[in-house]
T-cell receptor, first 110, second 117 residues
Framework: KNEVEQSPQNLTAQEGEFITINCSYS?????LHWLQQHPGGGIVSLFM???GKKKHGRLIATINIQEKHSSLHITASHPRDSAVYIC????????????FGSGTQLTVLP | DAGITQSPRHKVTETGTPVTLRCHQT?????MYWYRQDPGHGLRLIHY???????DKGEVSDGYSVSRSKTEDFLLTLESATSSQTSVYFC????????????????FGSGTRLTVV
C-alpha cells in the first residue's frame, strides 16, 4: 500500500518568510501533485511533477524520485497563501487515481 | 482548464433515503473520479470511471454506486444514506498533458457538502 506522509501538519509563518512543506511516499509513482484548498473552498491543482522542478510565481515544487520525496516552497509568503496544501501521488497503471497526504495547514500572519 | 460542475452544492437528507450527486464536465475527458473528504482521513477514492459504462471501485466504495451513461456525466448514488456518509464529496477529472501516460493534470469540482441526519 502506498503511504503519503506530509510534514509539518501545521505551520504558522510571518508574512515574507520562506516556507517549505515536505512530502514523502513509499512506492514508485507516475506523478506527484501539489494541491491547494482554501477554507470552505474547492481544491486547486498547483503542480504536477514527474521529475525535477517546477516554478509558478512564488511557488516552487521539487521532486527527488530516488529518495521518494517532494517539497513545496513558497517564497515571500503572504496572508493570502494561508490554506491547506495537499500532496497526492499517482501510481503507474492505476487509471490516474490519486492517493493523498493528510495535508498541511499553513497560516501566514500579517 | 476543463469545466466541471457538481450539483447540488449542499444537501441535507434523512437516514435511509437515496441520494444522487451529479458531476458534469464540458470536455470529453475519459477519466472521472468521486472522492470524499473527511477530517482525519483526508481525501479518499470512492469510485472512478475510465469511459462510458466503465467504472470501478475505490478505497471506500461500500454503500455507493456510480453510473456513467454519457461521457460528460458521472453520477454518485448513496443507495440508503447513513450518518457515516456525511462528508464533502469532490468530483474530479484528469486530463492528459504532454507525454501520454505520464503527465496528466487534475481538476476538481467545487464539492458537495452532504449531511445525513
Amino acid at each position: 500500500k502506498n503511504e503519503v506522509e506530509q510534514s509539518p501538519q501545521n505551520l504558522t509563518a510571518q508574512e515574507g518568510e520562506f516556507i517549505t512543506i515536505n512530502c514523502s511516499y513509499s512506492v514508485g509513482i507516475s506523478a506527484l501533485h501539489w494541491l491547494q484548498q482554501h477554507p470552505g473552498g474547492g481544491i486547486v491543482s498547483l503542480f504536477m511533477l514527474s521529475s525535477g522542478k517546477k516554478k509558478h510565481g512564488r511557488l516552487i515544487a521539487t521532486i527527488n524520485i530516488q529518495e521518494k520525496h517532494s517539497s513545496l516552497h513558497i517564497t515571500a509568503s503572504h496572508p493570502r497563501d494561508s490554506a491547506v496544501y495537499i500532496c497526492a501521488v499517482g501510481l503507474p497503471g492505476s487509471a490516474r487515481q490519486l492517493t493523498f497526504g493528510s495535508g498541511t495547514q499553513l497560516t501566514v500572519l500579517p | 482548464d476543463a469545466g466541471i460542475t457538481q450539483s447540488p452544492r449542499h444537501k441535507v437528507t434523512e437516514t435511509g433515503t437515496p441520494v444522487t450527486l451529479r458531476c458534469h464536465q464540458t470536455e470529453n475527458h475519459r477519466y472521472m473520479y468521486w472522492y470524499r473528504q473527511d477530517p482525519g482521513h483526508g481525501l479518499r477514492l470512492i469510485h472512478y470511471s475510465y469511459g462510458v459504462k466503465d467504472t470501478d471501485k475505490g478505497e471506500v466504495s461500500d454503500g455507493y454506486s456510480v453510473s456513467r451513461s454519457k461521457t460528460e456525466d458521472f453520477l454518485l448514488t448513496l443507495e440508503s444514506a447513513t450518518s457515516s456518509q456525511t462528508s464533502v464529496y469532490f468530483c474530479a477529472i484528469s486530463e492528459a498533458r504532454g507525454v501520454p501516460g505520464a503527465n496528466y493534470g487534475y481538476t476538481f469540482g467545487s464539492g458537495t457538502r452532504l449531511t445525513v441526519v
